[in-house]
């Protein structure tokens, strides 16, 4: 396995796979079971699938899909969506999935992480963090059921989150979600410098070497994208992909 996790974040709406654009505008994609069966194919890190209606509508996480992702899948996955008990970590971590990403609920009860570090230990515990500018420009913690930034300083609550236990942060810049631009490097920078526990980039890949520019420049220990694995081309056709392993080792410098 590579030093630098390349992982594929899948988003879920209605059963299916969907792809936003800065949030917003879901496009569906296809079957997430079908998408398993090729990145099994692919030899893919990790894969990590959201929820995005769960939370946002008070839902439970659907365990019957979460079953079958379990029972599909040959690498490691992560399921994030609707958690906001113990009881419902205990169900999904029973149906085969290695690790949990919390979101949504944490900015409500950040008492969570740590009874579920407890239990499962920091090594089971992601909590995504959405990250968008203000109109003057400051990095700011981005509240995505009610869509809208919060006030409480960024790296004090990234901080918070890793004091808390947390064993990963999966930073989402929402500003350049699906936009295929390219990560922010300086909040990238900014995470990495401030807590000692691994950090993954997401929002904005569009190709190979966004991801080499996030390990060289920001020291991210992992890099994940959603467009990325699953357009290609001007027109954004849909074609679920993933790069060889060999093209992954030279990027990174890891052969």
Do not use: W
Request: proline share 3%; hydrophobic share 40%.
């Amino acid at each position: 396995m590579l030093q630098t996790r390349v992982i594929p974040v899948l988003l879920l709406q209605n059963k299916g796979l969907v792809k936003t654009v800065k949030f917003k505008n879901p496009k569906y994609v296809g079957d997430p079971l079908n998408a398993i069966k090729i990145f099994n194919e692919k030899e893919v890190d990790e894969l990590i699938f959201l929820d995005i209606d769960a939370s946002k509508k008070g839902m439970e996480p659907d365990y019957e899909l979460i079953k079958d992702f379990a029972s599909e899948c040959f690498m490691p996955v992560c399921y994030g969506g609707g958690i906001t008990n113990i009881e419902q970590i205990k169900k999904i971590f029973t149906l085969g999935i290695e690790k949990i990403s919390i979101n949504y609920f944490v900015l409500k009860n950040d008492e969570l992480i740590k009874k579920a570090v407890e239990i499962y230990g920091s090594q089971s515990i992601v909590v995504a963090i959405d990250i968008k500018k203000s109109l003057m420009g400051k990095y700011q913690i981005y509240d995505h059921t009610k869509k809208k930034n919060l006030k409480t300083p960024f790296l004090e609550y990234i901080k918070h989150i890793e004091e808390l236990g947390a064993g990963e942060i999966l930073i989402n810049n929402v500003d350049l979600d699906g936009t295929q631009k390219g990560y922010d490097i300086d909040l990238l920078k900014q995470v990495v410098n401030y807590v000692k526990i691994p950090v993954i980039a997401c929002g904005g890949a569009g190709e190979l070497k966004d991801f080499q520019t996030a390990k060289k420049e920001a020291n991210v220990s992992a890099v994940s994208a959603g467009s990325f694995f699953v357009f290609q081309g001007k027109h954004n056709a849909v074609l679920i992909t993933y790069p060889k392993y060999q093209e992954l080792e030279k990027l990174f410098g890891e052969t």
